[in-house]
């Protein structure tokens, strides 16, 4: 389990339509001691990631009022800088077109049958806290 500590200062946002999924996360995210905001629409989704500027976006596709590639879509409209914040798609689509979409801004796809919740984590952590291999150091 990652230190809760090391994560304190760290914002998620879930963008999920699906109460029982989004509480999932949430719980399973905040137990590691990350702080979540809960987003169930794409264009509230779009919003925070406007104003509250989160650490990392998990997005679902299929979403009342913007999907989760509209979200990208729209923020790559605005010039959003990706670099700045990793994406992961978290969805019930296995769909080609969608995987090569969500890749074409950078964002990493997952499709929720193939992955446990704590994998999921894992891969959160891994994104937000990469190991420090000692590249980039004068030694």
Known sequence: MPDPKLNADK???IAEDDPFI???YQIKLEGAGYRVLVKNNGRDAFEAIKS???NLAVLDINMPELSGL????????DSFDFASMPVIVLTNSSELSDRNKAHSFGADYLVKAELTPRE???LITSK????NDGEGSDA
């Open 22 to 24: 989004s509480r999932m």
């Open 70 to 77: 509209e979200v990208l879509a729209a923020l790559q409209n």
């Open 120 to 122: 999921v984590l894992d």
């Open 11 to 13: 914002t998620i946002l």
């Open 52 to 54: 509250e500027h989160p």
């Open 128 to 131: 937000l806290n990469p190991p």
